[in-house]
């Protein structure tokens, strides 16, 4: 009777931790690929778009937190223990969702760059509505670690709110590099390499393959 019990036990267990697999160990659903590759495909154009249809030395005014490169992501990883990638994603949307907007409000309407950011972030957004659709509802209403909830907190503060010190000025182009290789970082999974696995969130990988991040595969 002991036995049927523990083995009873084990069994629900077993059934719990099945239940949970998707959200814990899918971190980039497959359904996700499709579009995060559209968009990568849009990216690549980014240089024609947002570096010669602007001034030389043209720079946006951002939130500091919205630089968001591949070092920040690192030293994130560093500082919380056992940071999921999920976290980092939603954060990733968060972020950029600002910058796009930023840069779309920068441009007049007739600007030559207007109709393929408005094209660019509504791919975006397509990203952004199958990740959502991905994953249960639950896991968007976890509480975040204090370091990335600090962070959302001054996402979303009132612009006449946030302090001089924490703006800073980009270029679009910069800030669609980081969208772009941030996104490799993150969901690495939709972009395999034909040559060895790639290290998509190490520096050194596009200061290796600057001709690549420009010009990436279709």
């Known amino acids: 009777m002991v036995q049927l019990s523990t083995s009873a036990c084990l069994l629900g267990a077993l059934l719990g931790l099945s239940l949970l697999a998707p959200v814990l160990m899918a971190l980039t659903p497959a359904s996700m690929c499709t579009p995060l590759r559209t968009l ?7 240089r024609r778009y947002m570096k010669h ?18 070092k920040n992501i690192s030293r994130m990883k560093l500082r919380v223990e056992g940071l999921e990638d999920f976290i980092l994603q939603r954060l990733w949307f968060q972020v ?4 796009l907007k930023k840069i779309l409000r920068v441009m007049p309407e007739r600007h030559p760059s207007r109709p393929y950011t408005t094209e660019l972030e509504k791919r975006f ?4 509505g199958v990740f959502v659709q991905s994953h ?19 996402l979303t503060e009132e612009p006449d709110r946030v302090p001089d ?10 800030l669609l ?18 040559e060895a696995q790639q290290d998509y969130c190490g520096v050194s990988y596009w200061r290796k393959g600057r001709k690549k991040d420009l010009q990436p595969e279709s």
């Open 96 to 99: 950029n969702q600002g910058v």
């Open 177 to 194: 590099d980081n969208l772009y290789r941030t996104m490799y970082c993150l969901f690495s999974e939709c972009f395999p390499s034909k």
């Open 53 to 70: 249809n602007f001034p030389i030395n043209y720079t946006i005014k951002v939130h500091q937190k919205e630089l968001f490169k591949l």
């Open 136 to 154: 249960h509802a639950e896991v968007f209403q976890q509480e975040p670690p204090e370091t990335i909830q600090d962070i959302w907190d001054r």
């Open 125 to 128: 957004r397509d990203v952004e």
């Open 40 to 46: 990568s495909d849009s990216l690549s154009h980014r």
């Open 165 to 174: 010190s924490s703006w800073r000025f980009a270029s679009p182009k910069s």
